[in-house]
Nanobody
Framework: QVQLVESGGGLVQAGGSLRLSCAAS????????MAWFAQAPGKAREFVAA????????YYANYVKGRFTISRDNAKNTVYLQMSRLKPEDTAVYYC?????????????????????WGQGTQVTVSS
């Protein structure tokens, strides 16, 4: 059973940076893709970024393009989210997720129901 553990969250001032990590454990880990989602207070969980494990193709929500970077370390079974130029509206619990397979068309998606394993989340708070 795959387990995902996030770390790296915290309190940062607007304009600052944080790097989130998500370490996977439990058996042979070879996901189709991994992603980060964010859930702000009172809001639905939304897609932030994803990476296809086989070829490192990356996908971003429009509101983080140019500010956030998703990457992975295959040897460590770890995915990262480098967040820069943070804004107060980026405040949320950030969740790591892994998909065992693509959607019905074999694609990476930003739909949370296409992801099969989830971490417990890490809080990111951006002060103004």
């Amino acid at each position: 059973q795959v387990q995902l553990v996030e770390s790296g969250g915290g309190l940062v001032q607007a304009g600052g940076s944080l790097r989130l990590s998500c370490a996977a454990s439990g058996g042979t880990f070879s996901p189709f893709s991994m992603a980060w989602f964010a859930q702000a207070p009172g809001k639905a969980r939304e897609f932030v970024a994803a990476i296809r494990w086989r070829n490192d193709m990356t996908y971003y929500a429009n509101y983080v393009k140019g500010r956030f970077t998703i990457s992975r370390d295959n040897a460590k079974n770890t995915v990262y989210l480098q967040m820069s130029r943070l804004k107060p509206e980026d405040t949320a619990v950030y969740y790591c997720a892994a998909a065992d397979r693509g959607n019905s068309m074999g694609e990476v998606t930003g739909w949370e129901y296409d992801y099969h394993h989830w971490g417990q989340g890490t809080q990111v708070t951006v002060s103004s």
